[in-house]
């Protein structure tokens, strides 16, 4: 059943895409998931929590405007209890706690990979670069996937009445190596944890670590001490240590993404978001990723089937989380039509018995 004060169709509500670096708000039509009213970006280090960001967006919306409606996309696995566990975020989140701030009727949480992935039917006006495969994808499961405070990744999977997506912890699955200097550095990561997770190394604290991995093994000093510090020597090509970071990097992405691909079963394509990889679109796509995404022995001609597109993360957390929203609301909204159809319309018992009683007394007359 719908929550107590369901929005109506086409009421206004605000959608946002949680990272551990930045939050991104709209407030959306509620006809439309990617018809943005307004939409800002936030810094979470310069909030508390996400109530006060929540609130300083809708600060920004006047007085005369009344939203009590919304939808958070956000990393990390739901509890039972409504929390959020995530190893990624700066704050806790807790859904009926920020409802309660923020005096909302109604406010839901959703994986921020599953939102992206209900947005990919609108990623192709979003996308920004075909890394390998043909220009369009057989039918079957579409796996997103993409580093940025963390590793995420979730499956689309097209079924009759609506696609089905299905979260992933997929960052958190053990990092594999292939390479003599990978096998390296994955030492080097043991020495400080037992279990070296994917996202440990694939994403923007992960560069930094293989970074400084990196210079370990080699004897030498790291040469920058942030992720797109190394992102941009690396690009300049002035800077052999950040160059060799980035290419590992790239080489060990596309080797993942490849099992994911095979794991899955992502005939449907694969598009790559995140907040990393649009800001090294040229080093990728000279990079070793393709080449490792398709070094998986008898499985390579199948993978060389399978679209991979690197698409604008941006705005299509948001597009998603309201695309997902939208989504539960015509679904409880049909569910309750269909219970009311089902549902045997109440006899006036008074007036039966009387009628009852009227006949028996009819069949009694002589």
């Known amino acids: 059943m719908p929550p107590t004060g369901a929005p109506s169709a086409g009421a206004p509500f605000i959608a946002a895409d949680v990272g551990g670096t930045h939050v991104r708000v709209g407030l959306v039509d509620g006809h439309d998931p990617s018809g943005f009213l307004q939409y800002r970006k936030y810094a979470c280090a310069d909030f508390a929590g996400l109530g006060e960001v929540l609130q300083a967006f809708l600060g920004t919306l006047g007085p005369g405007l009344a939203i009590d409606r919304g939808v958070i996309a956000c990393a990390g ?13 700066p704050w806790p989140v807790v859904p009926a706690r920020i409802r309660e701030q923020l005096g909302f009727d109604d406010l839901r949480l959703v994986n921020d990979f599953e939102a992206v992935a209900h947005a990919v039917a609108a990623a192709d006006a979003h996308s920004l670069l075909r890394l390998s ?9 579409t796996l997103v996937v993409g580093p940025g405070t963390g590793l995420g990744a979730a499956v689309r999977i097209p079924a009759r009445g609506g696609a089905v997506v299905l979260a992933t912890e997929a960052g958190q699955a053990a990092l594999t190596v292939s390479t003599p200097l990978e096998l ?4 080097e990561f043991l020495r400080e944890r037992r279990h070296v997770p994917m996202e440990h190394a694939l994403s923007g604290p992960g560069l930094l670590r293989m970074h400084q991995a990196l210079a370990r093994v080699r004897g030498v000093a790291p040469t920058r001490s942030t992720p797109d510090a190394i992102s941009a020597a ?7 240590l950040a ?7 790239c080489g060990l992405l596309g080797s993942a993404v490849g099992d994911m691909a095979l794991l899955y079963g992502a005939h449907g394509g694969v598009h790559l978001a995140g907040g990393i990889l649009p800001q090294i679109r040229d080093f990728l796509e000279r990079s070793s990723f393709v080449a490792r995404f398709l070094d998986k022995g008898p499985m390579r001609e199948a993978l060389q ?3 991979v597109t690197l698409v604008e993360h941006g ?4 597009i998603g989380a309201a695309s997902w929203y939208l989504d539960r609301i015509r679904q409880e909204d049909d569910a309750c039509t269909e219970a009311a159809a089902r549902t045997p319309r ?3 018992t008074a007036s039966t018995a009387s009628q009852t009683r009227d006949g028996e007394n009819h069949d009694e007359t002589p």
């Open 77 to 89: 696995h739901a509890l039972d209890d409504g929390s959020l566990l995530s190893v990624n975020l």
């Open 133 to 141: 495969g043909p220009a369009r994808a057989m039918p079957g499961p």
């Open 184 to 187: 390296a550095v994955l030492q």
């Open 234 to 240: 690396a690009r300049a090509g002035d800077d052999p």
């Open 243 to 249: 160059h060799d970071t980035l290419d590992l990097f």
């Open 305 to 307: 089937k399978i679209p």
């Open 315 to 318: 705005q299509l957390g948001v």
């Open 346 to 348: 109440r006899r006036n």
